[in-house]
């Protein structure tokens, strides 16, 4: 069974950092669009950034563009978001995802065939 578990998420003041990880269990994250997607309450779940693992491209949402970087160890089956200079409007449940192999990546949330749990984080004034 394919798993996808965030980490790192938690309470900070604004202009406060994060990392996040999400580890992937029973298939390789190689050649894969992975991505990061946040839910606010009571919004849609939106995309922030999109890397595909065979040779990185990534891509941010306006919203965290210049604050937010995505990496990811394909040796650890890990997925990273790196988040600098957080705001209040970045609170959220942040997903991570990934696409089907060799598939292009998207920000769309049916590009992605398997998810995370899902990991808090909360940026406070």
């Known amino acids: 069974q394919v798993h996808l578990v965030e980490s790192g998420g938690g309470s900070v003041q604004a202009g406060g950092s994060l990392r996040l990880s999400c580890v992937g269990s029973g298939y390789s994250s190689s050649r894969r669009c992975m991505g990061w997607f946040r839910q606010a309450p009571g919004m849609e779940r939106e995309g922030v950034a999109t ?31 790196q988040m600098n200079s957080l705001k209040p409007e970045d609170t959220g449940m ?29 940026v406070s004034s």
Request: hydrophobic share 25%; aromatic share 16%; net charge positive.
């Open 94 to 122: 942040f997903y991570c995802a990934s696409g089907p192999w060799g598939s292009p990546c998207s920000t769309s949330t049916r590009a992605y065939n398997y998810w995370g749990q899902g990991t808090q984080v909360t």
């Open 51 to 81: 890397i595909y693992t065979g040779g990185g491209n990534p891509s941010y949402s306006d919203a965290v563009k210049g604050r937010f970087t995505i990496s990811q160890d394909n040796a650890k089956n890990t997925l990273y978001l």
